[in-house]
């Protein structure tokens, strides 16, 4: 098989299945991993796929990754973000922690506090939270995603609008690399989203440097709302420039 036809492939299957790994594509095509890295570094220089750290993945405007893909993709960082994030959480805070596999890694990375009270509407995070017998885990009504675990729906809002926190812990589908917006692909999530910051005290981004320029169609609000953003690399500098012009923090999770 020519390079031009593996290319073709590789970008017919990442858009297909949303995200494919270097090792199962050098499999598929009996070649080694180093050709696989090069077809990938020369399709997301052209725009055509988006390259992660051992895979790439298609970027959809209006579907979402399947939830165990978003799991593994970009771990390392996730991890790194969730550590930064935890150790700017005091003992005793209260906060909401919303949808999304890296605020799942912020929850397990709070495993070591005490006396927390947590307010989500992520199934997933109360079950990891709920082995801490000091912490008071609130779970927020409304209907559950079998997807993913996420709580969303119109009594999940006025749940939500109900509190006050200390910290306002969200993640985020993707970041518009021209005017700050923050994207995601539900509606009714956004909703959430939007409740859970403008309840909020301190409002903490974490977001990998994936989510830059990643599209979705549903507009949650801007950049410059949040207090702080934990990412794992510099952001583009359109970003940097709102970063600064509306005095949110930027933490470099590296």
Do not use: W
Not at 91 to 99: L, P, Q
Not at 181 to 209: H, K, M, P, T, W
Request: glycine letters at 8%.
């Amino acid at each position: 098989m020519g390079q031009q036809t593996r290319q073709d492939r590789i970008i017919q299957l990442v858009r297909e299945k949303g995200y494919a790994s270097i090792e199962e594509l050098a499999a598929l095509f009996q070649v080694t991993p180093q050709t696989i890295r090069r077809d990938i570094n020369s399709l997301a220089d052209q725009n055509f796929i988006r390259r992660h750290h051992g895979g790439a993945s298609y970027d959809s405007s209006t579907t979402n990754v399947d939830y165990n893909t978003r799991q593994a993709l970009q771990l390392d960082a996730k991890k790194q973000i969730a550590k930064r994030v935890a150790e700017e959480i005091p003992n005793g805070a209260s906060m909401f922690i919303n949808i999304g596999t890296t605020t799942e890694e912020v929850a397990r990375a709070l495993l070591n506090h005490e006396k927390l009270k947590i307010i989500t509407n992520n199934i997933n995070v109360a079950s990891i939270l709920r082995v801490k017998e000091d912490f008071n885990v609130i779970v927020a009504g409304g209907s559950v995603r079998s997807r993913d675990g996420g709580i969303i729906g119109e009594a999940t809002v006025d749940f939500i609008n109900q509190f006050r926190v200390d910290y306002g812990i969200i993640g985020i589908s993707g970041i518009d690399q021209e005017d700050g917006s923050l994207l995601d692909y539900d509606y009714q999530e956004v909703r959430v989203a939007q409740g859970i910051i403008a309840n909020s005290r301190n409002v903490f981004l974490a977001a990998d440097n994936a989510k830059f320029g990643r599209n979705a169609m549903v507009r949650l609000g801007n950049i410059t709302q949040v207090d702080r953003l934990f990412t794992d690399a510099q952001p583009p500098k359109s970003i940097h420039a709102l970063l600064k012009e509306h005095s949110v923090k930027l933490e470099l999770c590296e």
